[in-house]
């Protein structure tokens, strides 16, 4: 995943490079001293909401599996700072990105096939409740002959 390429997620899914802004900023992670000095994280932007390249059900999907880390405005933002270089930080936060459009691409699950028990388990079930009550009912007071 190269800086001036932009990310091939899944058949009919494409995210342009021209579509993601980084911006680079203080990192909080480790670096020492370093980190007071030099703007090693990277805060990844994208507008999925305007994005050619995102059919409409990605779209929903990624603006939904993104949680607070979209805007109001249909804007994915991903803050990647775990690394010490710039590099590795973009690099991550392609990935993370990737990671969720893939997700959104997924396929919906097949409908649930809606299933009723057999006529045996039913029965077996209701003679269980018919022997359950009767052991509660013996378990009460004995009436004097």
């Not at 994280?41 to 999925?48: I, K, N, P, T, Y």
């Amino acid at each position: 995943m190269n800086a001036d390429r932009g990310l091939h997620i899944a058949p009919g899914v494409e995210v342009g490079a021209d579509e993601l802004e980084e911006q680079f900023i203080r990192s909080s992670g480790p670096g020492g001293q370093n980190v007071n000095k030099v703007a090693t994280a990277v805060q990844l932007r994208f507008d999925a909401a305007n994005a050619p390249g995102l059919p409409e059900r990605v779209r929903e999907r990624a603006l939904k599996l993104a949680g607070q880390r979209a805007t109001k405005d249909g804007v994915i933002v991903i803050e990647a700072g775990r690394f010490r270089t710039q590099e590795q930080n973009r690099a991550d936060a392609r990935a993370r990105l990737a990671a969720l459009l893939a997700k959104a691409a997924e396929p919906p699950p097949k409908p649930r096939k809606k299933t009723k028990p057999s006529k045996g388990a039913v029965e077996r079930r209701l003679k269980e409740k018919a022997g359950r009550s009767g052991i509660k009912k013996m378990r009460g007071k004995v009436a004097p002959d």
